[in-house]
């Protein structure tokens, strides 16, 4: 049951994109699921547009079998995460684990850099499509890509159609 569902969500501690975080929120609780948020070493996260992210949990206290899905939000502060082994082996356990793991704009990178995107067709924001194509992802330029139960999109203005993805993934 969607009511059921939890997901986390994964905020830059500044500059996260404040719809790429918003909208898939708000999509995803509309329909009952609950959201954890997480950042690294703040209690509000700030987003590039100035919306505020209450905190729940530092990135150091997630475990990925407690979530069914884990998202990646983008925005200019995403790449804090690009090499933070904690995020990466995060996302190597979501989908381990066979959950839905979703990154919006940069992020996509995260799961790139963490090898999970190897042989998957993924998207993201074009400053990024050189590096998910070294590492083995089928670059699609779509504005949002789904692949097996990972999520991709490009930035703000896939948000709404994101988070959409992401509910249809977790219903099944």
């Given at each position: 049951?969607?009511?059921?569902?939890?997901?986390?969500?994964?905020?830059?501690?500044?500059?996260?994109?404040?719809?790429e975080y918003q909208k898939p929120r708000q999509v995803l609780e509309s329909a009952g699921v609950r959201i954890t948020v997480a950042s690294k070493g703040v209690k509000v996260a700030t987003g590039m547009?100035?919306?505020?992210?209450?905190?729940?949990?530092?990135?150091?206290?997630?475990?990925?079998?407690?979530?069914?899905?884990?998202?990646?939000?983008?925005?200019?502060?995403?790449?804090?995460?690009?090499?933070?082994?904690?995020?990466?082996?995060?996302?190597?356990?979501?989908?381990?684990?066979?959950?839905?793991?979703?990154?919006?704009?940069?992020?996509?990178?995260?799961?790139?850099?963490?090898?999970?995107?190897?042989?998957?067709?993924?998207?993201?924001?074009?400053?990024?499509?050189?590096?998910?194509?070294?590492?083995?992802?089928?670059?699609?330029?779509?504005?949002?890509?789904?692949?097996?139960?990972?999520?991709?999109?490009?930035?703000?203005?896939?948000?709404?159609?994101?988070?959409?993805?992401?509910?249809?993934?977790?219903?099944?």
């Amino acid at each position: 049951m969607i009511k059921e569902k939890n997901v986390l969500m994964v905020v830059a501690p500044r500059d996260f994109r404040d719809e790429e975080y918003q909208k898939p929120r708000q999509v995803l609780e509309s329909a009952g699921v609950r959201i954890t948020v997480a950042s690294k070493g703040v209690k509000v996260a700030t987003g590039m547009l100035g919306a505020s992210a209450q905190v729940d949990k530092d990135l150091s206290e997630i475990k990925a079998v407690d979530y069914n899905a884990i998202v990646f939000v983008g925005g200019v502060g995403a790449s804090v995460y690009f090499n933070d082994q904690t995020a990466l082996e995060l996302a190597r356990q979501a989908v381990g684990q066979g959950k839905v793991v979703g990154a919006i704009c940069i992020a996509p990178s995260i799961l790139a850099n963490a090898g999970i995107l190897q042989g998957k067709s993924a998207t993201c924001f074009s400053s990024e499509a050189e590096n998910l194509k070294s590492k083995g992802a089928n670059y699609t330029d779509q504005a949002v890509t789904v692949d097996g139960n990972i999520v991709t999109a490009n930035g703000p203005g896939a948000a709404q159609d994101f988070g959409q993805k992401i509910l249809e993934l977790l219903g099944d």
